[in-house]
């Protein structure tokens, strides 16, 4: 079963606070910038938001890889989630 999760949507509403608990500082930092309003916004100024968050640098390529990790983690929660649920 894929999960499509399009992070426009508001999908963190229906997540479980357990879920968002198992992601790390950055990941839950990954997932506050690419949603909302900060998803909207250009590359650069998630970039420049990021490095103010972590104090760290971030290149376009990191933070995609970044998202990628966290998305399928988020993906791979939800799914033994809903597994837990059925008999």
Known sequence: MKIDIDLKAGFLQNLKRE??????????TIIEVSTGEMGNK??????GWLK????????????????????????????????KKEP
């Open 52 to 83: 103010m968050r972590t104090k760290e640098d971030w290149t376009k390529q990191r933070y995609l890889k970044a998202l990628d990790r966290t998305m399928t983690k988020l993906r791979e929660a939800v799914a033994a989630e809903g597994n």
């Open 19 to 28: 879920v968002l608990a198992a992601l790390s500082p950055e990941e839950r």
């Open 42 to 47: 250009p590359d650069a100024v998630k970039l």
